[in-house]
């Protein structure tokens, strides 16, 4: 720390061999910025106050809050407010492109408004929170006063008519739209009814898709085979009944007959067998067919000879019971038969156009997609033409956001703007700070050793002494008058700022009139 003390102490009686220039330079800065702080042009600031009306009975009857319906018609007034041709308007109604002569100023003027005018909100919530504020800054206060004026009036125009010419303009323009997609939706409709038209039966939409049918139809053939067979065996087992009682009877007939059902019914189950391996044109289930067909023959023209009658009496009423109930399982086994072909042709033609039924799903599915598209869009269109509809009626009624005039524009007389007290304060620092800056470079550009131990730690060599200079009291006399010179011409300059901040108003009434 003692050294740093003493390296800092050196330093300065270095510069002090130079502090006349210090001090002649810390006048000029300190003068220059008198006269620059003072020819600043004053800045009036004229301000206006609107509260923005957001409260709509209607609106919040239909939304619950129209607030944020009404922020964002706040903002996008606002954003109008600061655009070119609205601030082009502004400068001329306020004489303001007076100031400029060639179109290079007045776009730079422009320029200079959207800096320069502010339109913010006053607060976050509450009743400030519907609180705006316009300001604007000019050298001519009645200039600021007509900007903000006509700021304001351009802010209630675009706010009202403006929104409602550009919501009729949106109205039109969904209207054209909705035209052109109801159009479009109702041919996308016709292409999928042509669509279903065109393939009835393998469109995804009869029944789900084409595998889900065929997977559907296999499934249902299964469980009609499966309830043949039981009513197969159903009606074999009343056939065998009704064959034991007429044995019993003597009827050799009705055993015929019961023995050609058995056998029947045998080549039916080994048809149901191997359509369980092979598909119906395979050569053992065809073969196994006519079998069947063969044997149903011979039991029809055996049922033929022996008439209806048969074996009546071998069993009474009994018998006659069980011939009713082989009847009906006769009648059931025939609409499962009719059944299971009906299935089995359905199937085998789904199979033959499964090459083509992907395609056919993909197309309709595509056809779909673009249908469904455009039905959503055009319900959106149509919802937002319900929305706009429903904004300019309650327009039209009066219940448009209202601007209510909190305060008037005005610009107070006393200018905002230069803080020249501050400004002042800060020249002369500024002064004091260029004078010792320059002294401290000379002292740099041209060294000196100033003691003996300097001399040692800039060299590293030992020093065996040191001769002091021996002051005459003559010039004593003058060191001190030219130290005390100088420490007058710093409290002079401190006086001189102090001096032109007490008397301000002078000061800037003879600046201004050596400039006029």
Not at 104 to 110: A, H, Q, R, S
Not at 279 to 305: F, K, M, Y
Request: zero cysteines.
């Amino acid at each position: 720390m003692d050294d740093l003390l003493r390296q800092l102490l050196t330093e300065l009686r270095g510069a002090w061999r130079f502090r006349w220039v210090a001090m002649v330079i810390a006048w000029g800065v300190g003068v220059v910025g008198i006269g620059v702080v003072l020819s600043m042009p004053d800045l009036y600031e004229a301000r206006a106050q609107v509260f923005v009306d957001t409260e709509d009975p209607l609106l919040n009857m239909r939304q619950g809050s129209g607030i944020d319906d009404a922020q964002t018609k706040v903002n996008y007034v606002r954003r109008q407010l600061l655009s070119t041709p609205n601030l082009e308007q502004v400068a001329r109604e306020t004489d303001l492109d007076l100031r400029v002569d060639t179109p290079e100023g007045f776009e730079n003027l422009i320029i200079e408004l959207q800096s320069q005018i502010e339109v913010r909100p006053g607060g976050a919530r509450g009743f400030e929170a519907n609180l705006y504020e316009i300001k604007y800054r000019d050298p001519d206060r009645r200039a600021a006063e007509r900007v903000v004026q006509v700021l304001l009036n351009s802010f209630q125009e675009r706010s009202v008519e403006g929104d409602l010419r550009d919501d009729l303009q949106a109205l039109a323009f969904l209207d054209n739209q909705m035209t052109d997609y109801r159009r479009r939706l109702e041919q996308a409709e016709n292409r999928v009814a042509d669509f279903r038209r065109r393939n009835a039966g393998l469109a995804p939409g009869d029944g789900g898709g084409f595998f889900t049918r065929l997977a559907t139809l296999q499934e249902e053939l299964r469980e009609v085979r499966t309830s043949l067979r039981i009513a197969r065996d159903k009606r074999a087992a009343l056939a065998a009944q009704v064959a034991s009682q007429a044995e019993g009877g003597g009827d050799g007939g009705a055993a015929s007959l019961v023995e050609l059902e058995s056998q029947v019914l045998e080549a039916e189950k080994r048809v149901d067998e191997l359509r369980l391996i092979y598909t119906d044109a395979h050569p053992a289930v065809i073969s196994a067919q006519e079998t069947v067909q063969a044997l149903r023959g011979r039991l029809e023209q055996r049922r033929d000879e022996l008439g209806p009658l048969i074996g009546a009496g071998a069993g009474g009423a009994v018998i006659e019971n069980v011939r009713i109930a082989l009847t009906q399982a006769e009648i059931e086994v025939a609409e499962l038969a009719a059944r299971e072909r009906d299935l089995a042709q359905r199937i085998e033609e789904l199979q033959q156009k499964i090459d083509v039924a992907p395609q056919l799903e993909a197309d309709y599915a595509g056809l779909i997609r673009d249908h469904t598209v455009l039905q959503n869009q055009y319900e959106g269109l149509l919802q937002r033409r319900e929305q706009l509809s429903f904004d300019i009626d309650r327009k039209r009624q009066g219940r448009q956001l209202e601007f209510r005039i909190i305060e008037p524009p005005l610009a107070p007389s006393a200018p905002v703007a230069p803080n020249r007290f501050f400004l002042l304060v800060v020249v002369l620092a500024a002064a004091l700070g260029a004078g010792g800056a320059a002294a401290y470079l000379l002292h740099m550009t041209k060294p000196v050793y100033i003691s003996a131990d300097a001399i040692y730690q800039e060299l590293q060599l030992p020093v065996l002494g040191a001769v002091s200079m021996a002051w005459t009291a003559r010039a004593r006399r003058r060191r001190r008058g030219a130290e005390a010179v100088f420490a007058v011409g710093i409290v002079a300059l401190a006086a001189v700022f102090g001096v032109v901040i007490l008397a301000m108003p002078w000061a800037l009434d003879v600046v201004q009139g050596l400039k006029g």
